[in-house]
């Protein structure tokens, strides 16, 4: 499973390079004159593996007919790596194109706040502006539910058993007997970034966090004995003015959660959503949680501040440690002092528990709105376009991309290393149930507004109804896809 992890992080530098062209459910051939004898000469011929020859089972095409595919997102860049690897991959790639004549291109198509409107009106209007979509993990049921998602299980080009695939999105995205989503990509996602400076003036030293994340000792206890040592009232004056912890409502307590084996919305054997707020466990680590905002641990929102205040405030050493999302670097990657990055502490009375981070992985997927030779076309094309660069040992390839943005190896070797391993991630399956949001929960928690308990008390009754009522859409999916 490691080794299958790293696979997918390197598979996510690949596709992040781009070549090819465009269009829509109406015309896939980019407006090429299409030789009626080219396209249609399927076979049920057996993909050869490279290596050892073995027959893969998945159908193939010979030609494609100059069909134009796009792999729409929010954030990708048109520009090709200069890296070596980097070429390879676009090389193989024009290759592909050639050999079986199509074209295919991943581009920033839409925005981020767009992106569900784009998805759900191009395909109701049969005229979708990508053949694939990126979508984020909340905005994916709406448009499920109105069966505007194509069942890529039915494809028989793409074998889901293949160790490319993400399992974490392959799990979330497995409902009622179809699998509506995929992405061959994998993304560390949150942990704690600490300032070297700021432990070392505590009595801490810089590298300590690392050592105690190798060992196992990296637990909520150890972790309230930096707080304490970190939080300082530097003049005298009686008040707090240096915390040891920032971090955004969302990031740190699903963190507290996942780092006692707690979730917020689970799912059972039946594949029924379930409402986990009502866990002790979950009780224990929001209690826990807020206990280290109670002891004064945790640095206030200042008035009148942005909701991203806490970047600021630790790019600016106000805070010595904050949870946080890794693509959020950028926003003290210049900062004076030097920075790491570990996992988040876990509760060690907790014999189920480790430390982990929650996946927030992106769902890749296809209009219902094509017909089934179109769709196996896409199909075909795009599992030759995520299969790994050849002459390429990708174990490593991934990690090139992080070492340029972290200020040392360890983080990237080690913590983002662990965030790869299937054991040290927490499945989220909030994001399935429409109108329900960490916020609900976590805002006021945070805010001080209220308790742990009394929040869950007066949220159960509406997550319960709304949960219920996504398990019935669900089963109706079931049944649908069953005919």
Known sequence: MKANMKKLLAMGLALTLTVGSLTGCGDTTGGKDEDPGKGTNEQQNQQQNEEGGESTGKKTFDDLG??????????????????????????????????????????????YTDQQEEYVNGVMSNSPKCQLFYLYQEFVAAPLMKGLMYNLKTLPELDFSEEKWNPTVLEIMSIGGGIWGMNPEAEPRGGVFFNKRMLKEAGIPEDEPYDLQQSGGWTWTKFEEYCKKLTVDTDGDGKTNRYALASFSKYYLPMCAANNNATFVSRNDKGEYENATTSGEFLNAMNWGMSLFDKGYIMPKPDGAAWDWYKAAFRDGEVAMQTAEVYEINAFAGMDDDWGFVMFPYNEKNPDATNKTTPNDNIICMPSCFDSDTAEKIAFAYDLYTEPTPEYDLDDAWKETYYEQFRDSRAVDETLQMMTEQEHKQTSFLPMIIDLDYGDFCYPVYAGATSPAKKIEEISATWNSKIDDMNKKYANLANSSAN
């Open 66 to 111: 100059g069909m134009s595919i796009v792999i729409g997102d929010w954030y990708t860049s048109d520009e090709i790596g200069e890296s070596e690897y980097a070429k390879a991959t676009e090389a193989y790639r024009q290759e592909i194109m050639e050999k079986y004549n199509f074209q295919i291109k991943r581009t920033t198509s839409y925005s």
